[in-house]
């Protein structure tokens, strides 16, 4: 079976980090690009960032860079979001999502979903 299981999500005070987990098995990990995509309330989901087979990373939001970074274990099957400086605009569901080796933007393009985190930024 398999499964994305996100985790790390919580109240943190603007200006706070939080760092996101994305555990993933039933399948090879090593073979997928892991991806970040977030949903605020009564907003259309948006890619946050996505880590290729190859550990090149792809911000899908220009407002992020020097905030959130990406990671991953293949060991531990797992990805990493690490999100500093928060602001309130950054809380949201945050979702992690798998596909064959490429990164995409696209939240279509994606075989595999978590059930999501929320992450709540309070000013």
């Known amino acids: 079976e398999v499964q994305l299981v996100e985790s790390g999500g919580g109240l943190v005070q603007a200006g706070g980090s939080v760092r996101l987990s994305c555990a993933a098995s039933g399948f090879k990990f090593d073979d997928h690009a892991i991806a970040w995509f977030r949903q605020a309330p009564g907003k259309e989901r948006e890619g946050v960032l996505c880590?290729?087979?190859?550990?090149?990373?792809?911000y899908y939001a220009d407002s992020l860079q020097g905030r959130f970074t990406i990671s991953r274990d293949n060991a531990k099957n797992t990805v990493y979001l690490q999100m500093n400086s928060l602001k309130p605009e950054d809380t949201a569901v945050y979702y992690c999502a798998a596909r064959n080796y490429y990164c995409s933007g696209y939240g279509g393009q994606y075989d595999y979903w978590g059930q999501g985190t929320q992450v709540t930024v309070s000013s």
């Open positions: 880590i290729s087979t190859s550990d090149g990373s792809t």
